[in-house]
């Protein structure tokens, strides 16, 4: 599975981004998509997960503000962020989870910069 993660930038405190995750595989047969946030230095952190029956959840940080959704005709996930605070600058990566036979395959995407500025 490829992922080709796009739609990072700089952006003030207040402001909206979306982020968009292109899959290479039929969306439908992706057990789990995700985005994560990391910051030199610290461990990356899951920001919010769709599953391939369309449930939705969210890191706390970010509940209210961002939405994790997919467009299947174009096997792509987004990630709309809103109300975007300097806390949530990061680069961000695409995941994707994938059960085959039984056997959990894990899927990374190259990271995106968001930058928020105060």
């Known amino acids: 599975v490829q992922l080709q993660a796009s739609g990072g930038g700089l952006v003030q405190a207040g402001g909206s981004l979306r982020l968009s995750c292109a899959t290479s595989?039929?969306?439908?047969?992706?057990?789990?998509m995700s985005w994560y946030r990391q910051t030199p230095g610290k461990q990356r952190e899951l920001v919010a997960t769709?599953?391939?029956?369309?449930?939705?959840n969210y890191a706390h940080s970010v509940k209210e503000r961002f939405t994790i959704s997919r467009e299947t005709a174009k096997n792509t996930v987004y990630l709309q962020m809103n109300s975007l605070e300097p806390e949530d600058t990061a680069v961000y990566y695409c995941?994707?989870?994938?059960?085959?036979?039984?056997?959990?395959?894990?899927?990374w995407g190259q990271g995106t910069q968001v930058t928020v500025s105060s």
């Open positions: 769709i599953t391939s029956s369309g449930s939705a």
């Open positions: 995941y994707a989870l994938v059960f085959v036979s039984g056997m959990s395959r894990s899927y």
């Open positions: 595989r039929n969306i439908f047969s992706i057990n789990a």
